[in-house]
């Protein structure tokens, strides 16, 4: 079975594509930092992140509908958190509506907050969808590896990558079995028979993780592994990350002038 | 549950950072003592399994249908310091590959997924289940566990939210507790259905099993 999800358009070929994965990570969480920290009212700061970041999708050829398409994914955190801030919080009121016997008050406090997550989070989600979609998985893990992630965690990271898709595609022909087996399942019988394949996955996922583990041994594993290194920090990394950092410092100034 | 960037203002996010660091630190030299060298694979595959069940659907009630979240069942089968380091890898792979959930906040959401709802879970099943005998306790203690650690997962993000100045805690945290409490319901059935499968077939994984 194919599978595109993880990390799709990665394979594309443009300028951020060809950077040092460990200049993007860098440099986009610097940017996501920057986001996060710029007090709501400063409208025309968010205006030009946008427009940073709205340039560096186009150069990187990845398609704006499927930018929009992860951005809309964060909404329903916002509808279910976000909502009901604007009626909740006291302050001046903005407007005023009643529906039937329900008073509603808008305030300005209520509405800046709203404002606020939705504007940081939407700019960070498309900060790091343009991370993820312009690098490989595994050269990600490489670009932290780098940055000092402990060596552990990449490695169970890139084990869990290697046996991801053996996971979802033994578990999709369980469900195909079973789905041209069965028609109008009642619930429960449904639920249970759901329930003893996740049963049945886990022991196989266990049993593989041990016998992956002596395939290991056998060939000389002692806790680390080595991999090529081909990736190298060149003149574009250092002008990309210099360059992004000092717009975005340059930006903010904006509000501080 | 997975707390999306800007909604947490610095003086949260960066010490549940702090705390999560922490945690897992401990979690991986615990896991480490006891698993050895074995434990990177085991937890790379254990980990693709959590994420390849949480695409499977489950009926609820109607039309609508749920998921697993898999905390509890991470650490039923593998312990509290295994079960603890799989649920944080999927929460760090859902954060960069999926965006679901942002990257200063990512701490904030490890933090109330894998140490309260996972850790903390495991020590309430533990307690669970020796008291009562046999399969029946771990079953129990598994519905329990399972049910207390998504709401307590939800509340815990609630009083970070209130902490940032995002939402006021007398709005968020029963809004919050009570939609997670009929989350927990679906979780505790499918783990406790997942938990008795292992049991009948292979119980020898279940963790700690021989210790009772």
């Known amino acids: 079975m194919e599978h595109l999800f993880i990390d799709q358009y990665s394979g594309l070929d443009s300028i951020i594509h060809r950077l040092d994965p460990r200049t993007k990570i860098v440099t986009l969480i610097i940017f996501v930092i920057f986001i996060v920290l710029t007090p709501p009212t400063y409208f025309l700061q968010f205006l030009l992140y946008f427009v940073v970041i709205g340039g560096l999708i186009l150069l990187s050829k990845v398609p704006f509908i499927f930018v929009f398409r992860r951005v809309l994914a964060v909404m329903p955190f916002v509808i279910v958190i976000g909502l009901f801030i604007p009626f909740i919080k006291e302050g001046e009121i903005a407007g005023a509506y009643s529906l039937g016997n329900i008073k509603l008050n808008v305030t300005y406090s209520g509405l800046i907050i709203f404002w606020n997550i939705c504007i940081k989070a939407f700019l960070t989600v498309m900060c790091l969808t343009l991370l993820t979609s312009t690098t490989s998985f595994p050269f990600f893990l490489k670009g932290l590896e780098k940055l000092w992630v402990p060596g552990i965690f990449i490695m169970v990271l890139s084990f869990m990558y290697r046996y991801l898709f053996v996971s979802i595609d033994e578990l999709m022909r369980m469900k195909h079995a079973k789905d041209s087996r069965t028609i109008k399942p009642k619930r429960l019988f449904e639920i249970k028979t759901l329930a003893n394949m996740l049963g049945s996955l886990f022991i196989r996922s266990y049993e593989r993780g041990e016998s992956v583990y002596l395939a290991m041994c056998s060939r000389g594993f002692n806790g680390s592994i080595k991999t090529l290194d081909n990736s190298s920090f060149g003149y574009k990394d250092a002008i990309f990350s210099v360059g992004l950092t000092s717009i975005l410092v340059l930006i903010r100034l904006t509000g501080i002038l | ?212």
């Not at chain 2, 999306?4 to 979690?27: K, M, R, V």
């Open chain 2, 1 to 212: 549950m997975h707390i999306p960037d800007g909604f947490l203002a610095a003086n949260t996010w960066i010490p549940a950072w702090i705390l999560s660091i922490g945690g897992l630190g401990f979690c991986i030299k615990k896991a480490q003592e006891a698993l050895k060298e074995k434990l990177i694979p085991l937890m790379g595959v254990v980990a693709a399994f959590i994420f390849a069940a949480q695409m499977l659907n489950f009926p609820v009630a109607g039309a609508t249908s749920g998921h697993l979240l898999g905390g509890v069942l991470a650490v039923v089968l593998l312990g509290p310091y295994g079960g603890a380091i799989v649920i944080a890898i999927v929460l760090v792979i859902q954060c960069l590959v999926f965006q679901d959930g942002g990257v200063t906040t990512l701490g904030a959401n490890i933090f109330n997924m894998s140490i309260i709802g996972s850790m903390g879970g495991y020590y309430l099943y533990n307690v669970i289940r020796k008291r009562i005998d046999g399969d029946r306790g771990i079953l129990i203690g598994t519905a329990i566990a399972a049910w207390l650690s998504v709401v307590a997962a939800s509340a815990f993000c609630a009083v970070e939210l209130a902490i940032s100045g995002t939402s006021p805690l007398h709005i968020a945290l029963p809004a919050m507790a009570l939609v997670h409490m009929l989350i927990g319901i679906g979780e505790a059935i499918i783990s406790v259905l997942v938990v008795s499968f292992v049991l009948k077939t292979r119980s020898d994984l279940i963790y700690n099993k021989e210790e009772l």
